[in-house]
């Protein structure tokens, strides 16, 4: 199933229903009153954000939505029925844009969250209001007003609490079925993971926390190379990243140089976030080559863990720190 998490959208809202002309026809009565009905309210076109999506795939299939008109009034005072509203469902995380000047108009952070993108027009008028004193059989109704009519542009930022970032192969998502439910495909070939995966990770007695495994990054990212920067932004609003090195790896020094360079590339406050280094596949070193290379990168951060994804060696402690990590942060927003 492909991964969307980019769309352009169009939206138009139900016209009103035009007012009605009409006057009371009854036996014996020769000049009944006016009695047109007014015009119904077109439908709106509401965003609702759920929790339940993660992805902007229903976008590829549809890309305009219409809400319905309202109905025109008719006599005997019947006022036409208003147009229904139409929802469209989007992930949580949407961040919803004007199509030309890309300026951002609502940011869907919360479940259930709503933005109002299209208004349903106004209903016209019956020939009754326009009743007085000196006009008691008005020919006059007004029409219904048309209903909003806009193209959105629609980006998607997954909401996680952990990011796992690191060069292809070196194991995120090996890592990310250890740590959570999640089931993705691992195989021993760069670029396994070509979008976004989520999964849960919980333990003892933390609050669960969302995390995201996105593709591997390469020297040159920032320049397009490889998948590029473009899932980058599925970090983005992280608390903590999760860097994955490959310790058997020869280059695994300057791999970790290569993910910090692309990081800063990409965002200048990556770099600051929270940083937990994860020394992978250490079942393939012995332990003076994994005490070295666990001593050289100590000096370059301050959260070190060394830990194999293939035995599930270290990974208990590994959920304990990302998840004492989540809740510090957590505590200090509030
Ligand atoms: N020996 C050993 N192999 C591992 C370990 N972790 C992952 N692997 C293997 O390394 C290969 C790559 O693992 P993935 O989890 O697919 O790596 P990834 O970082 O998600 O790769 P991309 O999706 O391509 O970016 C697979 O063959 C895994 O079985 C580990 O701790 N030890
Ligand atoms: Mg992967």
């Known amino acids: 199933m492909a991964f969307i998490d980019e769309a352009k959208f169009y939206v138009k809202a139900g016209d009103g229903g035009n007012g009605c002309i009409s006057f009371r026809r009854e036996k014996y009565v020769p000049k009944g009153g006016p009695n047109g009905g007014d015009g119904g309210k077109g439908g709106n076109v509401i965003i609702l954000a759920t929790k339940k999506l993660n992805s902007l795939l229903d976008f590829r299939y549809r ?29 949580t995380g949407s961040i919803i844009k004007h199509s030309e000047t890309g300026e951002t108009l609502a940011d869907l952070i ?45 980006e998607l930022k997954l909401i996680a609490d952990i990011g796992l970032v690191g060069l292809p192969n070196a194991g995120k998502s090996t890592l990310l079925s250890k740590l959570s439910g999640a089931n993705p495909k691992i195989a021993s070939y760069p670029f396994t993971t070509l979008e976004p995966q989520l999964g849960v990770l919980q333990h003892k007695f933390f609050d669960p926390c969302i995390i995201a495994d996105i593709p591997g990054l390469i020297k040159g990212a920032h320049e397009g190379v490889g998948l590029g920067h473009r899932f980058l932004r599925h970090v983005e609003r992280t608390s903590v990243l999760l860097h994955v090195i490959d310790l058997s790896d020869p280059e695994a020094k300057q791999n970790y140089d290569i993910i910090s360079f692309e990081l800063e590339q990409y965002q200048k406050d990556l770099v600051d976030r929270v940083h937990i280094l994860a020394l992978n596949k250490s079942d393939l070193l012995d332990d003076e080559e994994v005490a070295d290379l666990d001593k050289y990168f100590r000096e370059k951060e301050d959260k070190v863990i060394v830990i194999s994804g293939e035995s599930g060696d270290n990974i208990p402690a590994l959920k304990s720190l990302l998840l004492e990590t989540v809740e510090k942060l957590r505590a200090n927003k509030s």
């Open 63 to 91: 890309s305009h939505f219409k809400a319905q008109n309202g109905e025109h009034g008719k006599g005997k005072d019947m006022h036409g029925r208003g147009g229904k509203d139409i929802i469209i469902k989007v992930p």
């Open 110 to 154: 919360d479940d259930g969250q709503i933005f109002l993108a299209a208004a349903g027009g106004k209903g016209g008028l019956g020939n009754p209001h326009f009743a007085s004193g000196t006009n008691r059989a008005p020919r006059t109704a007004t029409k219904g007003r048309s209903g909003e009519e806009f193209w959105y542009k629609i």
